[in-house]
């Protein structure tokens, strides 16, 4: 069974940094995505970051560009967002999700549909 931990969340000044985390657990299949959303509170979950294990693949939205970097730790099963120079609007619950039926991060990664999720680690930018 798919298991997806978040960690790494907290309160960070504007301009600071987090590096988030998404342990996985649980997969039969060789190749997956991890995906990273994030939900505002009164908006909608979008998607920020995609990596495929274990061929690299990566896709990152327009707000997450030169300041997000995915990255995964084979050896741990994780999967890693560094977010540096965080603004007010960064905030929200960012949730891992996980697709273990592709290769790549395609351009409609962000609009998928997934059945596994994990439980969410709340950032906030706040001075």
């Known amino acids: 069974q798919v298991q997806l931990v978040e960690s790494g969340g907290g309160l960070v000044q504007p301009g600071g940094s987090l590096r988030l985390s998404c342990a996985a657990s649980?997969?039969?299949?060789?190749?997956?995505?991890i995906i990273w959303f994030r939900q505002a509170p009164g908006k909608e979950r979008e998607g920020v970051s995609c990596?495929?294990?274990?061929?690299?693949?990566?896709k990152y939205a327009d707000s997450a560009k030169g300041r997000f970097t995915i990255s995964r730790d084979d050896a741990k099963n994780t999967v890693y967002l560094q977010m540096n120079t965080l603004k007010p609007d960064d905030t929200g619950v960012y949730y891992c999700?996980?697709?273990?039926?592709?290769?790549?991060?395609?351009?409609?990664?962000?609009?998928?549909?997934?059945?596994?999720w994990g439980q969410g680690t709340q950032v906030t930018v706040s001075s």
């Open positions: 649980g997969f039969t299949s060789i190749s997956y995505n």
């Open positions: 999700a996980a697709d273990p039926s592709t290769t790549y991060c395609s351009g409609r990664v962000f609009r998928s549909e997934y059945n596994y």
């Open positions: 990596i495929n294990k274990p061929y690299g693949s990566t």
